[in-house]
């Protein structure tokens, strides 16, 4: 698709198909350009942002603003697809990410459907902290489809910890650190050719990835049926049948 020429339908002028001629978005027929240059689709929006900020609404176009940068996805244009082992090894590779895109072949995942499949890359893509599943966006009469996960540790995406049922012993729970790090994976899957995904990956702030160390089900279960012990009374229990824990006595107390 780059390379070429294309008209655009406001200005009339024929322009190079690149990135930073054109915006391209996906739709319920899979990846298309838009029918204006990137430069008539900016001075549009410009209009609209100018005129609305004249009632006052500014925080609904820095939405709007940081909705339309998230659709665009200009950054395939002309983008080759990937194997599955090429795309883990220029993830590992690009080290601290802020963007990152690909157009990648997952016909090495054998899975039973889109969002399976959708959650396999986000288990790949763990080692830069995604895998929390967020939501998916069906495009209107179409199989297309927009999976969407965030970091971890993303502090806008956070739970307030909950109190245990009433009548046990309640105890303190460790929050992992969060960061402002707005970090989004998404996925887009088109119906017209299942084995070719788009992947973006946004992570503004670069940060230590949280580790977590899960308690067996087993020592959850003990746990639970001894809450009246004291923290260094269930550790030394638990020791005796879990003698060297790959857990630490945090994870525990927690």
């Not at 204006?36 to 410009?46: D, F, H, I, P, V």
């Not at 399976?116 to 209107?140: P, Q, W």
């Not at 650190?177 to 994976?185: V, Y």
Request: aromatic residues 10%; proline residues 2%; glycine residues 6%.
């Amino acid at each position: 698709m780059e390379g070429g020429t294309r008209r655009c339908s406001k200005c009339r002028k024929y322009k190079l198909v690149s990135a930073e001629t054109w915006k391209a978005k996906f739709g319920a027929n899979g990846f298309y350009l838009t029918s204006n240059c990137r430069a008539c689709c900016e001075a549009a929006s410009a209009a609209i942002r100018e005129k609305r900020e004249k009632h006052g609404a500014n925080k609904e176009n820095i939405s709007e603003e940081a909705e339309d940068e998230k659709l665009d996805l200009s950054s395939f244009i002309g983008a080759s697809a990937m194997d599955l082992d090429a795309f883990l090894g220029a993830l590992t590779d690009a080290g601290d990410i802020n963007l990152f895109s690909a157009l990648v072949d997952v016909s090495g995942i054998e899975k039973e459907d889109a969002k399976e499949t959708a959650d396999a890359i986000a288990e790949l893509c763990s080692m830069k902290s995604f895998g929390s599943y967020h939501s998916v966006y069906h495009f209107k009469n179409s199989a297309t489809a927009r999976y969407e996960y965030h970091c971890a540790q993303i502090a806008t995406r956070q739970h307030k910890s909950k109190k245990g049922p009433e009548g046990k012993k309640q105890r303190d729970k460790g929050q992992m650190q969060t960061f402002d790090c707005q970090g989004w994976l998404t996925i887009w899957a088109a119906p017209d050719d299942d084995s070719e995904y788009f992947i973006r990956i946004r992570h503004q702030e670069c940060h230590e990835k949280y580790v977590c160390i899960d308690v067996p089900e087993d020592v959850k279960q003990f746990i639970e049926e001894n809450s009246t012990l004291r923290s260094y009374q269930l550790w030394k229990e638990i020791l005796k049948k879990h003698p060297l824990p790959a857990f630490s006595q945090k994870a525990v107390y927690n």
